[in-house]
């Protein structure tokens, strides 16, 4: 994914109304060698799961190939 594509998915994120999901609690992404790396912390799977019936639609038409995220659970977070 490009910059361009991230920014893009971003702004039909937003005017999907999805720019900011009900139960996602922190979102970084950052450029990375072929790519780019997006952190999401989220409430629960089930959260994520219906924002990805969302955001795999907008991936598709910005010409990104959605791969299966990687699911960890949060052990600790420490805000500021």
Do not use: C
């Amino acid at each position: 994914m490009s910059s361009a594509q991230y920014d893009q998915v971003i702004r039909d994120l937003d005017a999907a109304g999805a720019g900011s999901p009900t139960g996602r609690l922190h979102h970084v992404a950052s450029p990375k060698e072929g790519g780019w790396l997006v952190i999401d912390v989220w409430d629960s799977a089930q959260s994520l799961g219906k924002f990805a019936e969302v955001l795999v639609p907008i991936l598709q038409k910005a010409g990104v190939n959605p791969v299966a995220p990687l699911v960890y659970p949060v052990h600790s977070m420490i805000a500021p």
